[in-house]
């Protein structure tokens, strides 16, 4: 098993940042990929962004390239995603998820953290 625990939302002003991060314990060896994902109100959830747990190989939705980055700390545990220039549209619960291999779909979840951005 894998626990993971988000923290970092909040209300934010448009054009801030925020940066949230993601502690994974438990079975982290068994960890392939992290993903940050969103659910805004009235939307279905998508995925905002991933890495590789190994190799840090990273990926983002064309929606966020270019202002959301990812990084782990693998001694940490800690995968984070720093927002920038952040936009009311981005108010969201943001969740992290991992999987265990590449070909599955992803099969732990943290709670989730909300972000709320203000005009």
């Known amino acids: 098993q894998v626990h993971l625990v988000e923290s970092g939302g909040g209300l934010v002003q448009a054009g801030g940042s925020l940066r949230l991060s993601c502690a994974a314990s438990?079975?982290?060896?068994?960890?392939?990929?992290m993903g940050w994902f969103r659910q805004a109100p009235g939307k279905e959830r998508e995925l905002v962004s991933a890495?590789?747990?190994?190799?840090?190989?990273?990926s983002y939705a064309d929606s966020v390239k270019g202002r959301f980055t990812i990084s782990r700390d693998n001694a940490k545990n800690t995968v984070y995603l720093e927002i920038n220039s952040l936009k009311p549209e981005d108010t969201a619960a943001f969740y992290c998820?991992?999987?265990?291999?590449?070909?599955?779909?992803?099969?732990?979840w943290g709670q989730g953290t909300q972000v709320t951005v203000s005009s």
């Open positions: 998820a991992a999987k265990t291999e590449l070909a599955v779909p992803y099969n732990y």
């Open positions: 438990g079975r982290t060896s068994s960890i392939y990929a």
């Open positions: 890495i590789t747990w190994s190799g840090g190989r990273t």
